[in-house]
Antibody
């Protein structure tokens, strides 16, 4: 069965960086992209971007351009999301999801990773 | 890219039907049949309920249906059940090759 398992919760200080991982299993990793979505406490879903796993092309939300990098390691079927220069308003649950782009809805989701940014 | 517009809350009694609207623009909802709906009970990850406006993934009850007219998409849940109580989000592909979500709608089953 398709599974996306994310890394554990993180607490970071303002200005630091965080890297969240997303281990995929149960399907051919390179057949689907991976999207990242975040949800601030009590708020709605915010699309962060996505990456094509077979070639590594990325498309990021404009508001995160320059601070976010998404990568994949096909040998370990793992996707990564790196967010730099953290601010307090980056405090959120970060989700990875299979799919993205025009052709693929976000059909399977990871369990979420809470990132807390606090001094 | 502004979020799609959803009503903050809707409610209905068991057995009734409710419809949640999702209004975008000609740059997103109006341009493509790439509207999805997600269900999110508290403290859990979102679950895909509808994709490409009206298609249901395997395992989603046929009580859930989707439609679209112009720049507005809709999710209808018929035969409401207590287990349907959750937050619901729409999303759409955009002409900028990005994805945009709605603000979310809290469904209360009375």
């Amino acid at each position: 069965q398709v599974q996306l398992v994310q890394s554990g919760a993180e607490v970071k200080k303002p200005g630091a960086s965080v890297k969240v991982s997303c281990k995929a299993s149960g399907y051919t990793f390179t057949n689907y992209g991976i999207s990242w979505v975040r949800q601030a406490p009590g708020q709605g879903l915010e699309w962060m971007g996505w990456i094509t796993t077979y070639i590594g092309n990325t498309n990021y939300a404009q508001k995160l351009q320059g601070r976010v990098t998404m990568t994949t390691d096909t040998s370990t079927t793992t996707a990564y999301m790196d967010l730099r220069s953290l601010r307090s308003d980056d405090t959120a649950v970060y989700f990875c999801a299979r799919g993205g782009g025009f052709s693929y809805p976000l059909d399977y989701w990871g369990q979420g990773t809470l990132v807390t940014v606090s001094s | 890219q502004s979020a799609l517009t959803q009503p903050p809350s809707v409610s209905g009694s068991p057995g009734q039907s409710v419809t949640i609207s999702c209004t975008g623009t000609s740059s997103d909802v109006g341009s493509y049949n790439r509207v999805s709906w997600y269900q999110q009970p508290p403290g859990t990850a979102p679950k895909l309920m509808i994709y490409e406006v009206r298609n249901r993934p395997s395992g989603v009850p046929d009580r859930f249906s989707g439609s679209k007219s112009g720049n507005t998409a809709s999710l209808t849940i018929s035969g409401l059940q207590a287990e349907d109580e959750a937050d619901y989000y729409c999303s759409s592909y955009t002409t900028s090759s990005t994805l945009v979500f709605g603000g979310g709608t809290k469904l209360t089953v009375l």
